[in-house]
């Protein structure tokens, strides 16, 4: 059964950094690509960031590009996003989820970030 | 970006009914669109890929189609545990965007 959990999250100041990892059980993780997304709670989703499957390559919204990095360590089955220069519109519930031919198949149950002063 | 609208925002529905949702593109997707099915505090969880596969373990009440610019699921006989938000999302192009989503009510 595919496991995904999300971890790292919490409250930081505007400016400040996170980082946020999804560990990842029950299926070959080094073969998949992963994604994040986001979600402001009671609100609608948001592609936030993909890697591929050997992490040489990368895609960003633009609202973060430039601030956030999406990495893995498949010895760790972990995928991570580091979340520089934090902003109060970054206040969401941060999602990881496995790649199915571009569409998000599995999904973790999140982890909340609170950027606030 | 390609910008989805999902209609309408809020839909009621008595169990037993069908229920019908839109998600339109600003630009051609071809068939590269899912929907999703998110309820209170939960995960969304893939329903449809392809515009009209049923992702693994989806009932057959579940059904999409389309192709373009213009797509719909299908929910041939609401059950209660289908009350919840629906969102569409495109493949076809970076970035992957979503629809502000249907909240299916009971009526």
């Known amino acids: 059964e595919v496991q995904l959990v999300e971890s790292g999250g919490g409250l930081v100041q505007p400016g400040g950094s996170l980082r946020l990892s999804c560990a990842a059980s029950?299926?070959?993780?080094?073969?998949?690509?992963m994604h994040w997304v986001r979600q402001v709670p009671g609100k609608g989703l948001v592609w936030v960031s993909r890697i591929n499957s050997d992490g040489s390559d990368t895609k960003y919204a633009d609202s973060v590009k430039g601030r956030f990095t999406i990495s893995r360590d498949d010895a760790k089955n972990t995928l991570y996003l580091q979340m520089n220069s934090l902003r109060v519109e970054d206040t969401a519930m941060y999602y990881c989820?496995?790649?199915?031919?571009?569409?998000?198949?599995?999904w973790g149950q999140g982890t909340l970030v609170t950027v606030s002063s | 970006e390609i910008v989805m609208t999902q209609s309408p925002a809020t839909l009621s529905v008595s169990p037993g009914e069908r229920a019908t949702l839109s998600c339109r593109a600003s630009?051609?997707?071809?068939?590269?669109l899912a929907w999703y099915q998110q309820k209170p505090g939960q995960a969304p969880r893939l329903l449809i890929y392809?515009?009209?596969t049923r992702a693994t373990g989806i009932p057959a009440r579940f059904s999409g189609s389309g192709s373009g610019t213009e797509f719909t699921l299908t929910i041939s006989s609401l059950q209660s545990d289908d009350f919840a938000v629906y969102y569409c999302?495109?493949?076809?192009?970076?970035?992957?965007?979503f629809g502000q989503g249907t909240n299916v009510e009971i009526k």
């Open positions: 999302q495109q493949s076809n192009d970076w970035p992957k965007t």
């Open positions: 392809g515009a009209s």
């Open positions: 029950g299926f070959s993780f080094s073969r998949y690509w």
């Open positions: 989820a496995t790649d199915f031919s571009s569409y998000l198949a599995d």
């Open positions: 630009q051609s997707v071809s068939s590269n």
